[in-house]
């Protein structure tokens, strides 16, 4: 996958609210769907020290959201001719040469991993000089989760993924504290429906992480590859399902509109936080005890949406 990759590639321009829109727009919403919110614009913390552990230190500086590949790719068979590699993406979607950062949720490299297995991008670069923090998730032989780094320092991925990417510079963002959530919508799509009431058919899509610092949250992991086909229908009992303790760090990204791109509409993946279990880890679907949850987010906004290798037929 290079600068002249022949993967199909399509990207759309966004014309984004200021963060202060957002800010005040949140913070006038979120009331409906938790009991406790703060919303405003702040200088991003250094996403490098505890408790976020991330590759880099910001979420600024030429953001974009990448679509890469899609669930069609694993099912009803998987397609194992797609690879994907970080470093090439960078080129493909224009990135700097000089610096960059990728965070978000794909599937990891099965030809690296040896299986199927969930992964956490997390990844930053300077030139040539690579800081990868990646993690991935499986299901290990006795039907538990174990998450830790990629093998081998690997930085491919395949099947899909779904990755915030900016320089990592510092500036300012997002920030939402929600706690005890009060309506039947997880952390992201409660933000979703309200961006969505707003802005309408007018995308609007964000990136970032945030922290599940108290409560317990509902993940999967994927196993291993299905060895006969296996449709939509089948897909939550072949899913592993784990309830696990905060702290979590989420790495996410979402949009309220899709433009045409056939874009997954949300997509989280999360690892174990301080003091949390190392080997939690996995794909974020909701939080189990509302009354005591408490979520932290930092997120900014994308200028551009990049589709790449999008499959002929969604499922």
């Not at 976020?52 to 069609?72: Q, R, S, T, V, Y």
């Not at 978000?104 to 297995?117: D, K, Q, T, Y």
């Not at 609007?204 to 945030?210: E, M, T």
């Not at 296996?230 to 939550?236: C, G, I």
């Amino acid at each position: 996958m290079t600068s002249s990759s022949p993967l199909p590639i399509k990207t759309y321009a966004l014309t984004s609210p200021s963060l202060p829109e957002l800010a005040s727009l949140l913070t006038k919403s979120l009331p409906s769907h938790f009991q406790d919110v703060s919303a405003s614009v702040v200088p991003c913390p250094d996403l490098r020290q505890s408790p976020f552990h991330l590759a880099a230190a910001g979420l600024c500086g030429d953001e974009k959201i990448a679509d890469i590949g899609g669930p069609p790719y694993l099912h009803p068979l998987p397609d194992f001719t797609k690879k994907y590699s970080f470093p090439e993406l960078a080129k493909v979607l224009d990135m700097s040469p000089d610096r960059g950062f990728m965070l978000g949720a794909g599937a990891g490299p099965f030809h690296v991993v040896g299986r199927n297995s969930e992964l956490m991008p997390n990844i930053s670069y300077e030139g040539e000089k690579v800081r990868n923090l990646t993690k991935y998730a499986k299901v290990n032989e006795q039907g538990g989760c174990t998450c830790g780094p990629v093998p081998g320092n690997s930085t491919d991925f395949a099947l899909m993924a779904n990755l915030f990417c900016s320089d990592g510079s510092p500036g300012d963002v997002l920030k939402i504290i929600a706690k005890t959530r009060t309506s039947k919508e997880n952390f992201t799509s409660a933000i979703q429906s309200i961006l969505k009431r707003e802005y309408s058919d007018r995308p609007v899509s964000l990136g970032g992480i945030f922290l599940i610092r108290k409560g317990k949250a509902m993940l999967h992991v994927m196993p291993d590859f299905s060895k006969e086909p296996l449709h939509q229908d089948q897909m939550k009992e072949w899913l592993k399902f784990y309830e696990v303790e905060a702290p979590l760090v989420c790495l996410s990204t979402f949009h309220s509109h899709d433009p045409g791109l056939a874009l997954r509409m949300e997509h989280t993946h999360c690892f174990g936080g301080d003091g949390g279990g190392e080997g939690d880890g996995g794909h974020y679907h909701f939080d189990t005890t509302p009354e005591e949850v408490e979520y932290e987010a930092y997120f900014n906004t994308a200028k551009v949406v990049y589709r790449v290798d999008q499959p002929p037929v969604e499922g």
